[in-house]
Structure formats: structure tokens, C-alpha cells
């Protein structure tokens, strides 16, 4: 039925909720009867997820037809039990559920047709045209629990979502629910509904997401303790440094997911790619801060001031980085001033350039018949000129890996340093951007070719210089036998 007071087809209308294949019930099967129908591995697996919701499962297959699973399953679990006879019309009477698994579609149709006319709902494993409920994959931290669903059409995607879905719940989630459980009826009573209320459950859910802990002992005195004191009132945020890696958002570490996942405030910088940025929490505040060679940026003073005020707002903020926090990137200037405030900070780390260099090629930067030392240099100074005090013999040696960082600008006079401290003309270098994105660019040469190969790349991207005899290392990305760099260029 229409209403009369909505004008129909008006192109202007949104949608509340779009439509939906099925709907999504989570049903209470405590103490309920249900019938399973069949004696296989796929019959058994539903059999024990039943059960473990409390339901009384009774289970009708001839005693041959019974899998081994079943018959562990009937001797461990006194809810499941075992009628040696095939199912019959009779059965349904007060069935919250029944469940089949057929081999023919004549079979799954009379099932299907009993328990339609006995009112029970049913389900035919694998048979989605005799279904009127189905399963989701399901990820378990009951009291909280996700179910997916593809309709029936996918079910290996509904199980590749699961996987993914796990990766950001922590096992720990399911003793935080229960907590949540056990205290909430006194947290109402302590805290009227509405901004008191909300900033408590705001605060737990933090502490829940914190770290992959289960509750402390005494965690549920210090709830309540803290509801009836402060009634609810928020108290200082935290900051957290999370290393975005080089671009590929896949490269994330499942904390640095988490931490995108539960932040209010997102300090970013102008490297983080766009696919990273889409894992954080959507009702999240995001601010730009990159500072980037050459181009007006945001004063580091500023970052460090906007992470404190909203710190100290209860807000939780991710100062997100690219590459490694802990590597070139000020996090010891974040780190000291934050301290200086009183503000908690953990750290994150990410997945460092030289490292993403050395994975995209395939070749290992302490290859012992090449390197026994690793450097990573930054390759310009706050005064954007070389660094004062590098060791440029060191770094000539020829058993030292070196990866110079944000070098681009300054590749000329490196290779011309490293060379006049004694490190060979011909000693391999390779020069990467936008490592593990859609625009990476990789060069492979010699040390005298460097300034001219990086002039002609260009410095609008962050270049990254490997230095050293590791590069003569084949890889997985390797010049073609024509000698020619722009096969390595194009295929890298």
C-alpha cells in the first residue's frame, strides 16, 4: 500500500534502507528442538554450529550412512542425537528448524514440502532453491557475532570477507562483550541516557580496542568506579603513530588496521595513499599534514600542537605515516612533546621503503655473498642540502648495502661523494618511486649513471637510492637480455 501523503516515482526520494536479498535474523535456538536429516560431513558441521547455539539436535540417518564426524559429535555432545532411521512426515511436530542434506532434488523437494506444511523453516545443504533460511559465514566472538551472507550465489566469497572480518575483531572481543554484558544494567542506572552515558560506552569500547588484552582483573570495579565518580566524563585521548608502509594497503599490519579502524581523528601525511585511507573508520576526521620537499607544508610545531588539543579533547588520534613512524619520520619530536603533555602514545610500526625496495625486486640487501651491513641515510637535511657528518668512506665500502631515503634532489653530488671516497664507478644502484603502487618507476644502473638517471626520472615523487654490490643481484625484476633500463623501467 502507497501513501497518500508522498508523492510516488519523485526522483528526489532516497531510499532509507536498499532492498536486500535476505534478511539478516539472529534466532534464539536455546533449548529448541531441530531436526537434521542426513548423516554427512557437511550435515555434521551444522549439526555441531546448532548445538553450540543450545538447540537439542536430533539427528534421523540410517546407521551405514552416518559419517565418523557424526558419530564423534553424537558420543561428545548429549544435544545431539542419533535416530538410526531415514526422516519421515512425522517428525516436524514442535521443530524450531529443520535441516537437510539431500542427494537428489526429488529428496530435497518432499523435505522441503513437510516442513512447509508443518510451518517449520528449513534449509537443503547446497540447495538453494529448497531453502527458506541459510547459513552465513560466521565469525565468532559470541556474545558478538558477524554472519555474511552472498545469497547462496558465493559462498567462497562470504568466506573471504570472514577471513578478512576476523583479521579486525581480536579474539580478546569476546571477553570484553561479556564484561559489557555484566555491567551495563548497573552503568544505566549509575548514568542517565545521553552525552554521560555515551562517552562511558565510548571509553570502554576504546579500552576494548586498545590492544588484543582481555579485561584486567578488577576491570569491572574500575568501570563502575569511573561511571559513579565522573560520570561518564571523558578523559584524555591517546595518540597512536602508525606506519602506513609504502602504499599497498595490504601491507598494513593488522594493529595498524585496527588503529585506523577505532581512531576519531586522523592526522595523515601527504604520502599515505588513498587505498590505505579507506580502511579507517568512515566517521573519522581527516586532516592532511604531509610535508613534502619543495611545496608549502605543514609545520611540524602545528602537527604536534593539533595531536595535543585533540588529545586532550578524549579524542583517540592516529598520526598516520608513511613507510615506518620510527624512520625518518619525527616521530621522536611527536613522541617527546606528547610525553611533555601527559598524553599516552603507542606506536605502530609499518613497512619501511628499503624494505618494500628489496621485497618489489626480490633481492635481499644483506645477501651474504654481497653485504654484511645495512645503512639507511636520509638523503637531504632540514636545510635542504646533504646532511653534514656523513661518512662517506663507510659508506664506500664495498660490503655495505646503502639505501638513501628522500635523496633525489642531492643524487648527483651522492654519487659523486660516494665516488670520491672509493667506491667504484660501476657499483650497481637502483632507484625506485611510488614503491608497491600503480605508478612505480625503477631504474637500474651504475653509480656514475646516477644524477643523469634521476634528472631524467624526475623528483616530483620521494626517490629512493640503493647503493651497492646487492643490486647486481638479479631478482625478480631484472633488466632483459637486450641490456635495455627502460624494460626494467616498464616491467617494474
Known sequence: MTSPFLPQNDPSRTERVAPLAKLPVFWGLEGKRVIVAGGSEGAAWKAELLAACGANVDVYCPDEELCDTF????????????????????????????????????????????????????????????????????????????SISTDGAAPILGQAIRRRIETLLPPALKQWAELAQSVRGRVNETLAPGPARRSFWERFVNRAFSGNQPPADGEEQSLLHHAATNGGAASNGRVTLVGAGPGDAELLTLKAVRALQSADVILFDDLVSPDVLELARREAKRMLVGKRGGRESCKQDDINEMMVRFAKAGKRVVRLKSGDPMIFGRAGEEIARLADEGIAVDVVPGITAASAMAATLGISLTHRDHAQSLRLVTGHS??????????????????????????????????????????????????????????????RGCLAELGAAVSDIGVDNPILIGVGSAFAQPGILSVEEDGSEEHFRARA
Request: glycine letters at 6%; hydrophobic letters at 50%; charged letters at 15%.
Open 71 to 146: 558419530r564423534t559429535l553424537v558420543a561428545a555432545d548429549d544435544r545431539i542425537r542419533h535416530y538410526a532411521h531415514c526422516w519421515h512426515i512425522g517428525l516436524f511436530d514442535h521443530a524450531a528448524l529443520a535441516l537437510a542434506d539431500c542427494e537428489t532434488d526429488e529428496e530435497a523437494l518432499a523435505f522441503a514440502c513437510a516442513a512447509r506444511a508443518a510451518g517449520v523453516p528449513y534449509n537443503v545443504i547446497d540447495k538453494p532453491a529448497y531453502c527458506q533460511f541459510q547459513f552465513g559465514s560466521i565469525v565468532n566472538r559470541s556474545p558478538v557475532i558477524v
Open 382 to 443: 632540514r636545510h635542504g642540502d646533504l646532511p653534514e657528518g656523513l661518512n662517506w668512506n663507510d659508506m664506500a665500502n664495498p660490503s655495505v648495502t646503502t639505501v638513501f631515503y628522500m635523496g633525489g634532489r642531492m643524487a648527483a653530488r651522492i654519487a659523486q661523494n660516494m665516488m670520491a671516497a672509493g667506491m667504484a664507478a660501476a657499483t650497481p644502484v637502483v632507484v625506485m618511486t611510488s614503491i608497491t603502487r600503480a605508478d612505480q618507476t625503477a631504474w
